[in-house]
Protein backbone atom coordinates (compact mmCIF):
# COMPACT_ATOMS: atom_id res chain seq x y z
CA UNK A 1 0.00 0.00 0.00
CA UNK A 2 1.47 3.35 -1.14
CA UNK A 3 1.18 6.24 1.22
CA UNK A 4 -1.38 8.09 -0.54
CA UNK A 5 -3.51 5.10 -0.41
CA UNK A 6 -2.96 5.09 3.61
CA UNK A 7 -4.13 8.83 3.92
CA UNK A 8 -6.65 8.27 1.72
CA UNK A 9 -8.04 4.61 4.27
CA UNK A 10 -7.02 6.88 7.66
CA UNK A 11 -8.90 10.25 6.74
CA UNK A 12 -11.93 8.32 5.79
CA UNK A 13 -11.98 6.41 8.71
CA UNK A 14 -11.24 8.96 10.96
CA UNK A 15 -14.33 10.80 9.30
CA UNK A 16 -16.46 7.83 9.39
CA UNK A 17 -15.12 7.10 13.60
CA UNK A 18 -15.81 11.04 14.10
CA UNK A 19 -19.49 10.62 12.73
CA UNK A 20 -20.34 7.05 15.11
CA UNK A 21 -18.74 7.96 18.03
CA UNK A 22 -20.54 11.06 18.49
CA UNK A 23 -24.12 9.30 17.58
CA UNK A 24 -23.45 6.77 19.98
CA UNK A 25 -21.80 8.68 22.62
CA UNK A 26 -24.69 11.29 22.66
CA UNK A 27 -27.07 8.28 22.65
CA UNK A 28 -25.84 6.92 25.45
CA UNK A 29 -25.19 10.05 27.67
CA UNK A 30 -29.01 10.93 26.44
CA UNK A 31 -30.18 7.26 27.52
CA UNK A 32 -28.67 7.62 31.01
CA UNK A 33 -29.33 11.47 31.59
CA UNK A 34 -33.56 10.99 30.75
CA UNK A 35 -34.00 7.53 32.12
CA UNK A 36 -33.17 8.06 35.70
CA UNK A 37 -34.56 4.56 36.58
CA UNK A 38 -32.31 2.73 34.49
CA UNK A 39 -30.08 0.53 36.63
CA UNK A 40 -26.42 1.27 36.95
CA UNK A 41 -25.55 -1.74 35.29
CA UNK A 42 -27.12 -1.17 32.13
CA UNK A 43 -25.88 2.36 31.93
CA UNK A 44 -22.07 0.82 32.48
CA UNK A 45 -22.91 -1.24 29.32
CA UNK A 46 -24.66 1.27 27.39
CA UNK A 47 -21.47 3.77 27.95
CA UNK A 48 -18.65 0.84 27.76
CA UNK A 49 -20.98 -0.03 24.05
CA UNK A 50 -20.68 3.22 22.98
CA UNK A 51 -17.00 3.21 23.48
CA UNK A 52 -16.12 0.36 21.01
CA UNK A 53 -18.94 0.17 19.47
CA UNK A 54 -17.34 3.56 17.00
CA UNK A 55 -14.04 1.80 16.49
CA UNK A 56 -16.44 -1.43 15.41
CA UNK A 57 -18.79 0.17 13.50
CA UNK A 58 -16.58 2.63 11.67
CA UNK A 59 -13.90 -0.36 10.46
CA UNK A 60 -16.70 -2.45 9.27
CA UNK A 61 -18.80 0.06 7.50
CA UNK A 62 -15.48 1.31 5.27
CA UNK A 63 -14.15 -2.35 4.66
CA UNK A 64 -17.81 -3.85 3.99
CA UNK A 65 -20.66 -1.97 3.27
CA UNK A 66 -20.85 -0.26 -0.05
CA UNK A 67 -23.63 2.32 0.71
CA UNK A 68 -25.50 2.98 4.35
CA UNK A 69 -28.73 3.81 4.48
CA UNK A 70 -27.91 7.38 6.10
CA UNK A 71 -25.44 8.03 3.12
CA UNK A 72 -22.05 9.42 2.51
CA UNK A 73 -21.27 12.69 3.53
CA UNK A 74 -18.21 12.90 1.42
CA UNK A 75 -16.09 11.16 -0.77
CA UNK A 76 -12.44 10.19 -0.07
CA UNK A 77 -10.32 9.31 -3.45
CA UNK A 78 -7.92 6.28 -3.32
CA UNK A 79 -5.20 5.87 -6.07
CA UNK A 80 -4.09 2.49 -6.75
CA UNK A 81 -0.94 3.00 -8.52
CA UNK A 82 0.31 -0.34 -9.56
CA UNK A 83 4.43 -1.32 -9.55
CA UNK A 84 6.48 0.11 -11.49
CA UNK A 85 7.07 2.76 -13.57
CA UNK A 86 4.43 4.62 -15.43
CA UNK A 87 5.15 5.61 -18.70
CA UNK A 88 3.52 8.21 -20.82
CA UNK A 89 3.38 7.56 -24.46
CA UNK A 90 2.43 10.03 -27.22
CA UNK A 91 -0.13 9.18 -28.90
CA UNK A 92 -0.32 10.42 -32.99
CA UNK A 93 -0.64 13.75 -33.96
CA UNK A 94 -3.27 14.67 -36.08
CA UNK A 95 -2.33 18.02 -37.03
CA UNK A 96 0.58 20.20 -36.98
CA UNK A 97 1.17 23.59 -34.83
CA UNK A 98 3.60 25.43 -36.36
CA UNK A 99 5.66 28.04 -35.12
CA UNK A 100 6.78 30.37 -37.32
CA UNK A 101 8.47 34.28 -37.29
CA UNK A 102 6.31 36.60 -39.34
CA UNK A 103 9.05 39.49 -39.22
CA UNK A 104 11.88 36.96 -41.05
CA UNK A 105 11.02 35.49 -43.99
CA UNK A 106 14.12 32.70 -43.24
CA UNK A 107 12.98 31.68 -39.85
CA UNK A 108 12.80 28.54 -38.55
CA UNK A 109 9.73 26.65 -38.39
CA UNK A 110 8.81 23.82 -35.77
CA UNK A 111 6.37 21.28 -34.93
CA UNK A 112 5.65 19.83 -31.71
CA UNK A 113 3.08 18.12 -30.22
CA UNK A 114 1.04 19.99 -27.89
CA UNK A 115 -1.62 19.29 -25.50
CA UNK A 116 -5.09 21.03 -25.54
CA UNK A 117 -7.25 19.63 -22.44
CA UNK A 118 -7.77 19.76 -18.75
CA UNK A 119 -6.63 16.00 -18.33
CA UNK A 120 -3.18 16.36 -16.64
CA UNK A 121 -4.69 18.96 -14.32
CA UNK A 122 -7.28 16.14 -12.96
CA UNK A 123 -4.31 13.24 -12.84
CA UNK A 124 -4.10 10.92 -10.08
CA UNK A 125 -0.61 11.89 -9.55
CA UNK A 126 -1.33 15.69 -9.34
CA UNK A 127 -3.85 14.75 -6.70
CA UNK A 128 -1.99 12.48 -4.86
CA UNK A 129 0.94 14.73 -4.27
CA UNK A 130 -0.89 17.82 -3.48
CA UNK A 131 -1.32 18.78 -0.17
CA UNK A 132 -5.17 17.72 0.57
CA UNK A 133 -7.73 17.68 3.50
CA UNK A 134 -7.16 14.00 3.78
CA UNK A 135 -3.66 14.74 4.73
CA UNK A 136 -4.00 17.81 6.76
CA UNK A 137 -6.90 15.97 8.89
CA UNK A 138 -4.18 13.13 9.24
CA UNK A 139 -1.16 15.07 10.19
CA UNK A 140 -4.14 17.00 12.60
CA UNK A 141 -5.18 13.91 14.05
CA UNK A 142 -1.78 12.64 14.83
CA UNK A 143 -0.66 15.72 16.13
CA UNK A 144 -3.35 16.09 18.16
CA UNK A 145 -3.11 12.61 19.90
CA UNK A 146 1.32 12.33 20.11
CA UNK A 147 0.72 16.17 22.48
CA UNK A 148 -1.95 14.14 24.35
CA UNK A 149 -0.23 11.00 24.93
CA UNK A 150 2.98 13.56 26.03
CA UNK A 151 0.88 15.38 28.32
CA UNK A 152 -1.03 12.34 29.99
CA UNK A 153 2.71 10.36 30.32
CA UNK A 154 4.05 13.56 31.90
CA UNK A 155 0.59 13.84 34.43
CA UNK A 156 1.23 10.10 35.49
CA UNK A 157 5.28 10.03 35.58
CA UNK A 158 5.24 10.79 39.24
CA UNK A 159 3.33 8.06 40.24
CA UNK A 160 4.74 5.23 38.10
CA UNK A 161 7.77 6.63 39.98
CA UNK A 162 6.67 5.87 43.12
CA UNK A 163 4.97 2.51 42.12
CA UNK A 164 8.77 1.06 40.98
CA UNK A 165 10.01 1.94 44.68
CA UNK A 166 7.02 -0.13 46.41
CA UNK A 167 7.79 -2.51 48.69
CA UNK A 168 5.51 -6.42 48.76
CA UNK A 169 3.76 -7.15 51.34
CA UNK A 170 3.80 -10.91 52.59
CA UNK A 171 3.63 -11.10 56.10
CA UNK A 172 1.31 -10.35 58.71
CA UNK A 173 -2.48 -9.23 58.87
CA UNK A 174 -2.70 -7.78 55.30
CA UNK A 175 -2.40 -11.05 53.05
CA UNK A 176 -4.22 -13.22 55.14
CA UNK A 177 -7.10 -10.87 55.19
CA UNK A 178 -6.78 -10.26 51.69
CA UNK A 179 -6.67 -14.03 51.37
CA UNK A 180 -10.22 -14.40 52.92
CA UNK A 181 -11.89 -11.53 51.13
CA UNK A 182 -10.76 -12.99 47.71
CA UNK A 183 -12.09 -16.97 48.71
CA UNK A 184 -15.32 -14.90 49.93
CA UNK A 185 -15.56 -13.25 46.75
CA UNK A 186 -14.72 -16.54 44.59
CA UNK A 187 -11.97 -14.22 42.99
CA UNK A 188 -10.18 -17.24 41.79
CA UNK A 189 -6.94 -15.50 40.90
CA UNK A 190 -3.87 -14.11 42.97
CA UNK A 191 -3.27 -10.66 43.91
CA UNK A 192 -0.15 -9.21 44.64
CA UNK A 193 -0.10 -7.05 47.78
CA UNK A 194 2.16 -3.93 48.04
CA UNK A 195 2.89 -0.74 49.91
CA UNK A 196 4.19 2.62 49.63
CA UNK A 197 4.86 5.18 52.16
CA UNK A 198 4.07 8.13 50.05
CA UNK A 199 0.88 6.37 48.32
CA UNK A 200 -2.05 9.04 49.84
CA UNK A 201 -4.56 5.83 48.69
CA UNK A 202 -4.95 2.39 48.16
CA UNK A 203 -5.31 1.47 43.97
CA UNK A 204 -5.28 -1.25 42.08
CA UNK A 205 -3.90 -1.99 38.73
CA UNK A 206 -2.22 -4.74 36.52
CA UNK A 207 -4.62 -6.46 33.89
CA UNK A 208 -2.83 -10.11 33.73
CA UNK A 209 -0.98 -9.86 36.95
CA UNK A 210 -3.15 -7.82 39.41
CA UNK A 211 -1.94 -5.93 42.25
CA UNK A 212 -3.31 -3.84 44.88
CA UNK A 213 -0.78 -1.13 46.58
CA UNK A 214 -1.89 0.38 49.86
CA UNK A 215 -0.26 3.55 52.04
CA UNK A 216 1.94 2.52 54.87
CA UNK A 217 -0.42 4.40 57.14
CA UNK A 218 -3.27 2.05 56.16
CA UNK A 219 -1.61 -0.65 57.72
CA UNK A 220 -1.30 1.10 61.71
CA UNK A 221 -4.31 3.68 61.01
CA UNK A 222 -6.87 2.11 59.90
CA UNK A 223 -7.62 -0.58 61.97
CA UNK A 224 -8.76 -3.93 60.86
CA UNK A 225 -12.39 -3.07 59.72
CA UNK A 226 -11.20 -0.33 57.61
CA UNK A 227 -8.34 -2.31 56.47
CA UNK A 228 -10.33 -4.80 55.66
CA UNK A 229 -12.86 -2.73 53.52
CA UNK A 230 -10.04 -0.99 51.68
CA UNK A 231 -8.91 -4.16 50.57
CA UNK A 232 -12.62 -5.28 49.76
CA UNK A 233 -12.95 -1.93 47.80
CA UNK A 234 -9.97 -2.59 45.51
CA UNK A 235 -10.48 -5.85 45.02
CA UNK A 236 -14.10 -5.60 43.49
CA UNK A 237 -12.17 -3.24 41.31
CA UNK A 238 -10.03 -6.20 40.06
CA UNK A 239 -13.06 -8.63 40.29
CA UNK A 240 -14.82 -6.09 37.79
CA UNK A 241 -11.77 -5.54 35.20
CA UNK A 242 -12.16 -1.57 35.65
CA UNK A 243 -8.02 -1.76 35.21
CA UNK A 244 -8.51 -2.64 32.07
CA UNK A 245 -11.45 -0.97 31.26
CA UNK A 246 -10.15 2.84 32.51
CA UNK A 247 -7.17 1.29 30.82
CA UNK A 248 -8.90 1.30 27.23
CA UNK A 249 -10.66 4.19 28.16
CA UNK A 250 -8.09 6.28 28.77
CA UNK A 251 -6.28 5.19 25.41
CA UNK A 252 -8.63 6.13 23.34
CA UNK A 253 -8.79 10.14 25.26
CA UNK A 254 -5.37 10.11 24.08
CA UNK A 255 -5.74 8.72 20.67
CA UNK A 256 -8.60 11.03 19.94
CA UNK A 257 -8.86 14.22 21.98
CA UNK A 258 -10.56 16.04 19.18
CA UNK A 259 -13.81 13.94 20.35
CA UNK A 260 -14.91 15.74 23.50
CA UNK A 261 -17.16 13.16 24.85
CA UNK A 262 -14.85 10.16 24.81
CA UNK A 263 -13.69 12.52 28.05
CA UNK A 264 -17.40 12.57 29.38
CA UNK A 265 -17.70 8.63 28.86
CA UNK A 266 -14.71 7.53 30.37
CA UNK A 267 -15.73 9.87 33.76
CA UNK A 268 -19.01 8.05 33.73
CA UNK A 269 -17.29 4.57 33.59
CA UNK A 270 -14.76 6.02 36.45
CA UNK A 271 -17.45 6.40 38.49
CA UNK A 272 -20.05 3.62 38.20
CA UNK A 273 -16.65 1.30 38.48
CA UNK A 274 -16.34 3.48 42.08
CA UNK A 275 -20.01 2.74 42.89
CA UNK A 276 -19.61 -0.82 42.09
CA UNK A 277 -16.73 -1.40 44.00
CA UNK A 278 -18.56 0.08 46.86
CA UNK A 279 -21.23 -1.96 47.03
CA UNK A 280 -18.80 -5.45 46.60
CA UNK A 281 -16.96 -3.95 49.68
CA UNK A 282 -19.96 -3.46 51.47
CA UNK A 283 -21.47 -6.91 50.75
CA UNK A 284 -17.91 -8.11 52.08
CA UNK A 285 -17.03 -6.07 54.89
CA UNK A 286 -20.26 -4.03 55.96
CA UNK A 287 -21.67 -0.80 54.86
CA UNK A 288 -20.73 1.45 57.57
CA UNK A 289 -17.88 0.35 57.93
CA UNK A 290 -16.95 0.82 53.92
CA UNK A 291 -17.98 4.79 54.81
CA UNK A 292 -15.88 4.97 57.22
CA UNK A 293 -12.93 3.66 55.25
CA UNK A 294 -13.78 6.25 52.48
CA UNK A 295 -14.14 9.51 55.40
CA UNK A 296 -10.88 8.44 56.17
CA UNK A 297 -8.77 8.08 52.87
CA UNK A 298 -10.35 11.50 51.93
CA UNK A 299 -8.84 13.22 55.11
CA UNK A 300 -5.32 11.88 53.73
CA UNK A 301 -6.17 13.06 50.19
CA UNK A 302 -7.31 16.07 51.71
CA UNK A 303 -3.33 17.47 51.60
CA UNK A 304 -2.69 16.96 47.71
CA UNK A 305 -3.64 14.86 44.26
CA UNK A 306 -2.33 12.00 42.96
CA UNK A 307 -2.41 11.73 39.08
CA UNK A 308 -3.27 8.01 38.26
CA UNK A 309 -1.71 6.34 35.41
CA UNK A 310 -3.95 5.00 32.71
CA UNK A 311 -5.14 1.52 33.91
CA UNK A 312 -5.49 2.56 37.70
CA UNK A 313 -8.27 2.85 39.58
CA UNK A 314 -8.20 5.03 43.57
CA UNK A 315 -10.20 4.49 46.36
CA UNK A 316 -10.81 8.09 46.70
CA UNK A 317 -9.12 9.42 43.87
CA UNK A 318 -9.96 12.63 42.07
CA UNK A 319 -13.54 12.55 40.64
CA UNK A 320 -14.69 9.87 42.95
CA UNK A 321 -17.93 11.73 43.94
CA UNK A 322 -17.51 10.89 47.24
CA UNK A 323 -19.94 12.45 48.71
CA UNK A 324 -22.36 10.15 46.80
CA UNK A 325 -20.54 7.74 47.28
CA UNK A 326 -21.03 8.05 51.08
CA UNK A 327 -24.75 8.58 51.06
CA UNK A 328 -25.51 5.76 49.03
CA UNK A 329 -23.65 3.47 51.25
CA UNK A 330 -25.24 5.00 54.28
CA UNK A 331 -28.50 4.53 52.35
CA UNK A 332 -28.14 0.64 51.54
CA UNK A 333 -28.78 1.53 47.72
CA UNK A 334 -26.61 -1.08 45.96
CA UNK A 335 -27.35 -1.69 42.65
CA UNK A 336 -28.18 -5.47 41.71
CA UNK A 337 -25.77 -7.81 40.35
CA UNK A 338 -26.33 -8.80 36.81
CA UNK A 339 -26.15 -12.20 37.03
CA UNK A 340 -27.27 -13.55 33.25
CA UNK A 341 -25.35 -11.89 30.80
CA UNK A 342 -26.04 -14.24 27.22
CA UNK A 343 -28.34 -11.89 26.21
CA UNK A 344 -25.85 -9.00 26.10
CA UNK A 345 -24.07 -10.48 23.09
CA UNK A 346 -27.01 -9.98 20.39
CA UNK A 347 -28.21 -6.86 22.29
CA UNK A 348 -24.63 -5.43 21.28
CA UNK A 349 -24.07 -7.13 18.05
CA UNK A 350 -27.51 -5.81 16.85
CA UNK A 351 -26.78 -2.11 18.22
CA UNK A 352 -23.26 -2.45 16.44
CA UNK A 353 -25.03 -3.44 13.62
CA UNK A 354 -27.33 -0.69 12.95
CA UNK A 355 -24.77 1.55 13.58
CA UNK A 356 -22.66 0.13 10.71
CA UNK A 357 -25.77 -0.18 8.02
CA UNK A 358 -27.54 2.57 9.41
CA UNK A 359 -25.34 5.94 10.40
CA UNK A 360 -23.79 8.17 7.65
CA UNK A 361 -19.55 7.93 7.10
CA UNK A 362 -17.11 8.65 4.54
CA UNK A 363 -16.90 6.65 1.07
CA UNK A 364 -13.86 5.41 -0.29
CA UNK A 365 -13.85 5.57 -3.91
CA UNK A 366 -11.02 4.10 -5.53
CA UNK A 367 -9.32 5.64 -8.48
CA UNK A 368 -7.06 2.91 -10.41
CA UNK A 369 -4.09 3.97 -12.10
CA UNK A 370 -3.02 2.24 -15.25
CA UNK A 371 0.82 1.55 -15.83
CA UNK A 372 1.79 2.71 -19.29
CA UNK A 373 -1.56 3.66 -20.05
CA UNK A 374 -1.55 5.73 -24.00
CA UNK A 375 -2.50 9.32 -23.08
CA UNK A 376 -2.85 11.54 -25.83
CA UNK A 377 -1.38 14.58 -25.56
CA UNK A 378 -3.94 16.75 -26.42
CA UNK A 379 -5.64 15.51 -23.58
CA UNK A 380 -2.78 17.23 -21.10
CA UNK A 381 -2.14 20.66 -21.27
CA UNK A 382 -0.36 20.87 -18.36
CA UNK A 383 2.09 18.34 -19.27
CA UNK A 384 5.49 18.79 -19.95
CA UNK A 385 5.00 18.78 -23.91
CA UNK A 386 2.56 21.83 -23.05
CA UNK A 387 4.76 23.57 -21.21
CA UNK A 388 7.87 23.50 -23.76
CA UNK A 389 5.70 24.50 -26.33
CA UNK A 390 4.55 27.39 -24.68
CA UNK A 391 8.33 28.41 -23.51
CA UNK A 392 8.92 28.22 -27.39
CA UNK A 393 6.13 30.30 -28.36
CA UNK A 394 7.33 32.55 -26.42
CA UNK A 395 10.76 32.58 -26.95
CA UNK A 396 10.20 32.99 -30.76
CA UNK A 397 7.55 35.77 -30.05
CA UNK A 398 10.42 37.47 -27.89
CA UNK A 399 13.14 37.11 -30.98
CA UNK A 400 10.58 38.67 -33.25
CA UNK A 401 10.00 41.83 -31.02
CA UNK A 402 13.71 41.82 -30.57
CA UNK A 403 14.43 41.30 -34.69
CA UNK A 404 12.12 44.34 -35.02
CA UNK A 405 13.23 46.64 -32.88
CA UNK A 406 16.65 46.00 -33.71
CA UNK A 407 15.29 46.81 -37.31
CA UNK A 408 13.72 50.04 -36.27
CA UNK A 409 16.99 51.17 -34.48
CA UNK A 410 18.99 50.68 -37.30
CA UNK A 411 16.80 52.52 -39.40
CA UNK A 412 16.88 55.48 -37.41
CA UNK A 413 20.65 55.60 -37.27
CA UNK A 414 20.47 55.45 -40.61
CA UNK A 415 18.50 58.57 -41.15
CA UNK A 416 20.51 61.15 -39.10
CA UNK A 417 24.43 61.36 -38.50
CA UNK A 418 24.97 58.55 -36.05
CA UNK A 419 27.32 58.39 -33.03
CA UNK A 420 30.36 56.30 -32.81
CA UNK A 421 29.58 55.23 -29.64
CA UNK A 422 25.91 54.17 -30.85
CA UNK A 423 27.12 52.62 -34.23
CA UNK A 424 29.89 50.27 -31.53
CA UNK A 425 26.71 49.63 -28.97
CA UNK A 426 24.33 48.16 -32.29
CA UNK A 427 27.26 46.30 -33.56
CA UNK A 428 27.32 44.28 -29.67
CA UNK A 429 23.75 44.15 -29.84
CA UNK A 430 23.99 42.14 -33.35
CA UNK A 431 26.48 40.13 -32.39
CA UNK A 432 24.68 38.66 -29.14
CA UNK A 433 21.28 38.66 -31.21
CA UNK A 434 23.31 36.06 -33.43
CA UNK A 435 24.77 34.76 -30.42
CA UNK A 436 21.22 34.21 -29.01
CA UNK A 437 19.83 32.37 -32.32
CA UNK A 438 22.97 29.88 -32.29
CA UNK A 439 21.66 28.96 -28.79
CA UNK A 440 18.46 28.52 -29.93
CA UNK A 441 19.32 26.43 -33.00
CA UNK A 442 21.06 24.08 -30.54
CA UNK A 443 18.33 23.77 -28.29
CA UNK A 444 16.09 22.69 -31.19
CA UNK A 445 18.19 20.58 -32.56
CA UNK A 446 18.82 18.88 -29.22
CA UNK A 447 14.72 18.72 -28.73
CA UNK A 448 14.33 17.05 -32.12
CA UNK A 449 16.55 13.77 -31.30
CA UNK A 450 15.05 13.87 -27.89
CA UNK A 451 11.61 13.97 -29.90
CA UNK A 452 11.97 11.55 -32.15
CA UNK A 453 12.54 7.95 -30.62
CA UNK A 454 9.55 8.51 -28.45
CA UNK A 455 7.15 9.27 -31.56
CA UNK A 456 8.87 6.63 -33.38
CA UNK A 457 7.21 4.34 -30.59
CA UNK A 458 4.53 5.54 -29.98
CA UNK A 459 3.66 5.63 -33.97
CA UNK A 460 4.50 1.51 -33.59
CA UNK A 461 2.43 0.66 -30.71
CA UNK A 462 -0.57 2.49 -32.86
CA UNK A 463 0.58 2.00 -36.56
CA UNK A 464 -1.72 5.65 -37.72
CA UNK A 465 -0.83 9.19 -38.12
CA UNK A 466 2.02 11.13 -38.88
CA UNK A 467 5.34 11.38 -37.37
CA UNK A 468 5.63 15.20 -35.55
CA UNK A 469 9.02 16.46 -35.50
CA UNK A 470 10.57 19.48 -34.99
CA UNK A 471 11.81 20.88 -38.03
CA UNK A 472 12.76 24.30 -39.58
CA UNK A 473 15.31 26.38 -41.75
CA UNK A 474 17.91 27.09 -40.52
CA UNK A 475 19.65 30.73 -41.40
Not at 94 to 105: A, D, N, T
Not at 289 to 296: F, G, H, V
Request: with cysteine; proline share 5%; net charge neutral.
Amino acid sequence: MNPETLLSWMAAWLLTFAVHSSVLLAGAWLLTKSWHRLAETYRELAWKLALLGALVSASCQLALVAEPLAGHLTQVARFEIPAGRSELSLAPIESERVLQSHSRPDSRESTLPFPTTEQAQKSPQAVATSVTWETLSVLFAALTACIACLHGFIRSLPTWWLLRRRQPIRDGAAPAMLGRLTAKAGYWRAVRLSSHSEMQTAIAFGVFRPEICLPDRALTELGEQGLESMLAHELGHLMRRDPLWLRISGCMVVLFPWQPLLRKARRELQLLAEYRSDAIAAELTGSLNTARCLLEVAGWMAAGRQALPLGVTGMAGQGSALRQRVERLLKKDRPGVLRHRLWLLPLSTAVLTAATTLLPGAELQEVEVQAKAPVTVRDAEASALDLLGKLIEQMQTEFEELHLEVDLLRAELASDSPDQELLAMLAQLDAKLASLERHRDLFLGVMDEWLEPRVAESRADSNEGTEPQLRGDRK
